[in-house]
C-alpha cells in the first residue's frame, strides 16, 4: 500500500513491536489474524497521515461508484489488482482498499485517516473515475487490463 519497499520495512518493524507489546491483552486467540491485519492497516494510516500528503477538495464533485459496483469490477478475472493499485497514489489506494474491500463507510473513513466524509467520497470517486478510463486505454490497445507490459 506504501509502495515503498523501505516505508513497509518501517511499518512491519512497527506492527511487530506493537504485536510484541500488547498480544497478552487479546482475549480470545481465534480472533488473531483480523487483529494482527487492523494493527496493520493502523500504522499504515499512521504513516500516511504523518506524511500530511491528503489535500483538501472541494464539496461539488459528483460520485457515482458504490462499494457493491466496485468490487465486483475489481473482483473481476480480467483486473490484476496488484497492478491497479499501484497506479493509484497512497491516499486513493489506501481510500479505494478499505472501502471497497474492507467494507468501512466514508464516514468510518474520514474519522479513521483524517479527512472528511467529502473528501473520502471525492478520492474514492477520482480514483475509480481513473481505474475506469486506464480499463478503456487498454481495451482500445487489445491488451489485458492490468497485465504488465515489460
Known amino acids: 500500500m506504501l509502495r515503498d519497499e523501505h516505508r513497509a520495512n518501517d511499518v512491519l518493524q512497527t506492527v511487530m513491536l506493537k504485536m510484541i507489546d500488547s498480544i497478552v491483552s487479546l482475549s480470545d486467540s481465534n480472533k488473531l489474524n483480523g487483529w494482527m491485519k487492523r494493527v496493520c492497516y493502523n500504522s499504515i494510516i499512521d504513516i ?11 464539496d461539488d464533485v459528483v460520485f457515482d461508484y458504490s462499494a457493491k459496483e466496485s468490487l465486483s469490477i475489481i473482483n473481476s478475472d480480467h483486473w490484476d489488482l496488484e497492478y491497479y493499485l499501484d497506479v493509484l497514489d497512497e491516499r486513493e489506494r489506501l481510500v479505494v482498499w478499505l472501502y471497497a474491500v474492507e467494507g468501512y463507510s466514508h464516514k468510518e473513513l474520514s ?3 483524517g479527512i472528511t466524509e467529502q473528501n473520502s467520497r471525492v478520492i474514492y470517486s477520482r480514483a ?4 475506469k478510463q486506464l480499463v478503456r486505454e487498454q481495451e482500445v490497445t487489445n491488451s489485458r487490463a492490468g497485465a504488465r507490459n515489460e
Open 111 to 113: 474519522k479513521k485517516i
Open 128 to 131: 475509480m473515475r481513473s481505474l
Open 48 to 58: 500516511i497521515r504523518a506524511n500530511q500528503r491528503f489535500d483538501t477538495v472541494s
